[in-house]
């Protein structure tokens, strides 16, 4: 099973972290090849609970080689503080590639993404403010500055000298912000470039070679394919590219589509989402911070209160179809443990309409009604269920249901944020 993609099937924050932490003992190779340290991965093990937000969730298994593949963007002090925690923790940082080929955060995306936002005003995305979305603009615009060019002293002096007068102006012309320093910004990121280095590799090559040897390689997708930027809730989406979706994950590592070997995507048994944008079944008021506090829904990367609601079946079937979905692995089954009653939605009210189909009007998916159906709950504890005949009956209905609607088998379900805590209905790898 040589190529393995795990990805995001909701508005992210599904539980990939998780997943890749549990699957990636049976895989030579784990890697991040999209978006930067907007993701949050949270992975509880024996070192401990870690959010990761660029290292892939591999990291904790000495023998497993973790890549950043080319896809991702840097942020080179977050990056050593996460290394520099995890290292406090005992994990060890031998096996860990990155790419030349990442871009780099740099301090005027991070001051453009809060600028920009303020600017939107009320139609302000509500981004995770960390250089995401100004930093993949200036890749498509070709004025980014590389992991290649940061670790070269010379070359990273040449880019800073293009890319900062330009950025200067921007600042001071468009925001009215003050101008960043160049010895500053030369001086304090090449001391992030020192520490970098060693690490920076060639990793197309390595990944290529690892196939041909005949390893496994686990992709860990970052976000989910409704914050995608061509499938997602468009323009309450995130901007990387490559993209959130399998068809993108490719790119982001050195790897052709023929090489894909199984696509699945996480899906939490119920909805959430961080930041603005539309979401049908979003529960308001009493009983959306009940399961927020039964899930305890709070964001891995900015701590904000995630919006929390329904499971959506008809957005789950849009991303199912979109990533030909081999797979489904559904997570949080036990934080609807307590309810009596479970709502599915099945179907959307359109203007009068009943329609299964996911609107690509974002005004539209704003004024959708959910069409429900009601499921019963289990009321029982499934934290401690490791088999497909140990959940209760209801919540095996619950599960069978999800895959009828969303079309396509569930291979693992998890019951709690451990990795043990699961139930594995068809091996991953
Ligand atoms: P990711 O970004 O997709 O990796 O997901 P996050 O880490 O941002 O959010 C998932 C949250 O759910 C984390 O706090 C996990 O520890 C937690 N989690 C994952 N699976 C389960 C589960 O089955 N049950 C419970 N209760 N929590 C889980
Ligand atoms: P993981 O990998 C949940 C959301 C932000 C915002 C939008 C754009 O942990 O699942 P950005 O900073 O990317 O420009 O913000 O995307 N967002 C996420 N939401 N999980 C994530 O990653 C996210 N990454 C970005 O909240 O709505
Ligand atoms: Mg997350």
């Known amino acids: 099973m040589p190529v393995v993609i795990i990805i995001g099937g909701q508005w992210g924050d599904e539980g990939k972290g998780r997943v890749v932490d549990l699957v990636a003992r049976k ?32 990291i904790f298994y000495p023998d497993k080689v973790c890549v950043i593949g080319n896809g991702v963007i840097i942020d080179p002090k977050v990056l050593l503080e996460e290394i520099d925690d995890l290292q406090s923790r005992g994990v060890t940082f031998d096996n860990l590639r990155i790419s030349g080929r990442c871009q780099i955060i740099m301090p005027w995306h991070l001051m453009i993404d809060r600028l920009d936002e303020e600017l939107r005003g009320k139609g302000a995305i ?18 980014g500055i590389r992991m290649a060019d940061l670790i070269d ?23 009215g912000a003050e101008p960043l320093s160049f010895d500053e910004v030369y001086s304090t990121y090449s001391e992030y470039a020192a520490r970098i280095a060693p690490f920076v590799t060639e990793t197309a090559e390595l990944v290529q070679d690892a196939l041909e040897r005949g390893e496994t390689i686990l992709m860990e997708g970052a976000q989910g394919t409704l914050l995608d930027l061509d499938a997602g809730t468009y323009e309450f989406v995130t901007s990387a590219t490559p993209s959130s979706m399998a068809a993108g994950a490719g790119v982001g590592l050195g790897i052709g589509p023929t090489q894909i070997s199984k696509v699945l995507a996480v899906y939490k048994a119920y909805q959430t989402r961080v930041g603005n944008g539309p979401m049908p079944t979003e529960l308001m008021g009493e009983e959306g911070d009940t399961l927020r506090e039964r899930g305890h829904e709070y964001g891995a990367t900015t701590g904000r209160p995630r919006r929390c609601g329904w499971f959506d079946a008809v957005a789950s079937r849009y991303t199912r179809r979109l990533n030909n979905l081999t797979g489904m ?49 289990w009321q029982k504890d ?13 919540a095996r209905s619950y599960i069978k249901r999800i895959e009828e609607l969303v079309g396509c088998p569930i291979d693992m379900v998890s019951v709690g944020p451990q990795r043990e805590q699961a139930v594995i209905i068809n091996p991953i790898i």
Request: hydrophobic share 35%; net charge positive; with cysteine.
């Open 329 to 377: 692995v559904m997570t949080r089954l036990d934080v609807l443990d307590d309810y009596p009653t479970i709502k599915v939605c099945t179907a959307y009210r359109l203007d009068g309409k009943v329609t299964k189909i996911f609107p690509s009007s974002t005004r539209a998916l704003m004024r959708v009604e959910p069409i429900y159906e009601e499921l019963p709950g």
């Open 27 to 58: 895989a030579d190779i784990v890697a991040r090849y999209s978006g930067g340290n907007n993701a949050g991965h949270t992975v509880v093990n024996e070192f401990g609970e870690s959010r990761l937000h660029l290292v892939p969730a591999g």
């Open 382 to 394: 499934t934290k401690e269920c490791r088999a497909f005949k140990d959940l209760p009956p209801q």
């Open 126 to 143: 509500g981004t995770t403010a960390r250089g995401v979305g100004p930093c993949f603009s200036d890749k498509v615009a070709r004025a």
């Open 153 to 175: 002293p010379e070359g990273f002096r040449e880019r800073l000298s293009f890319a900062l007068p330009y950025k200067n102006a921007f600042l001071e012309k468009v925001y």
